[in-house]
């Protein structure tokens, strides 16, 4: 028998790298179909690499969560197409990459591979929840730094870091955030809040980076020591970062909650995530390869698993 193994995958970093990183493969009408083909090539080789028995590409049903944007307007506020009162964010994507996503959904359900969001959730936050409290070793497959805040030896959680491209990722375990960064896994979410992040819109604490982050934290341990040693006028911090930690105060008082993910979503566990041996729709399966020529990707994914009911006999 299989040892089990769980795969979180932050899906849409994976399709947008797809996307951007692969030529255009047109289907018979004309459509663009490279992030789809991309994004099951991806899938058939972390699944023969890594074998797992269980498999979730995460999804995000809210890509910028109102309650994030409460607390700190200004996040993702940069990737928002326009704004409209009372309507939801729509997220920039490209013309060709927003018409794949649908089929995306229609091949992931014809093979029957567990696709899970959550109302007023993001994919890192699904993942969050779903790698806390799994029962056993979890893969998350993503390009978002944020999610080293899960990385845990103990609980057998690592990140599989796709930032330099699904072939050559890196294996993020407790001693690689270390000599990455100077902080502990557990530390990261704190690091993340004082360095901020532009991508995420995210303004951190003004004139505090990665390494003044990591040594406020390698010397006070939290975000909350690092505050305190701020207030104490006792405290050995230095009168600049002192200054900075305290003109923050309103950043940090929300900060925190926006930064890291939510681990406590009421989500299906179990057999619902199990990844499927054989394609679960065979028929419309077929319909999809044939309208949007994936035969070759399709083959290559179908034959993959088969191999790995083979290994678990």
Request: aromatic share 6%; proline share 7%; glycine share 10%.
């Given at each position: ?49 890594y074998q797992p028995t269980h498999l ?32 939801p964010d729509v997220e920039e994507v ?145 009168p600049g970062p002192r200054l900075k ?69």
């Amino acid at each position: 028998m299989m040892t089990e193994r769980l795969l979180l995958l932050d899906t849409a970093s994976l399709y947008f790298r797809a996307y951007f990183g692969s030529p255009e493969i047109l289907a018979p009408d004309g459509t663009n179909v490279n992030a789809v083909r991309g994004l099951l090539g991806y899938l058939s080789q972390l699944a023969e690499q890594y074998q797992p028995t269980h498999l979730v590409c995460c999804w995000d049903d809210d890509w910028r969560p109102q309650w994030r944007v409460d607390l700190i307007p200004t996040y993702k506020a940069h990737r928002v197409v326009a704004e409209v009162e009372g309507a939801p964010d729509v997220e920039e994507v490209p013309d060709p990459l927003e018409l794949q996503v649908p089929v995306i959904r229609e091949v992931l359900a014809a093979f029957g591979i567990a696709v899970v969001g959550a109302t007023g959730y993001e994919a890192d936050d699904v993942i969050g929840t779903l790698a806390t409290g799994a029962g056993m070793p979890v893969d998350v497959v993503t390009g978002d730094r944020d999610l080293f805040q899960l990385v845990d030896d103990a609980a057998g959680v690592r990140v599989l870091y796709v930032g330099r491209g699904v072939g050559r990722h890196e294996r993020v375990d407790e001693a690689w955030v270390v000599e990455k960064y100077g902080v502990r896994a557990d530390q990261y979410a704190d690091f993340a809040t004082l360095r901020g992040d532009a991508s995420d819109g995210l303004p951190g604490v003004k004139g505090v980076g990665d390494k003044t982050a990591a040594s406020l934290l390698q010397k006070y341990g939290d975000l909350a020591g690092v505050r305190a040693a701020a207030e104490d006028p006792t405290s050995d911090l230095g009168p600049g970062p002192r200054l900075k930690i305290k003109e923050a105060a309103p950043y940090l008082e929300v900060a925190p909650a926006v930064v890291a993910v939510a681990r406590d979503i009421d989500l299906p566990r179990g057999d619902r995530l199990a990844l499927p041996r054989t394609p679960a729709d065979p028929e419309g399966l077929a319909a999809l390869v044939e309208r949007w020529s994936l035969s070759s990707p399709v083959e290559r994914l179908t034959g993959v698993l088969a191999g790995l009911d083979a290994a678990g006999a």
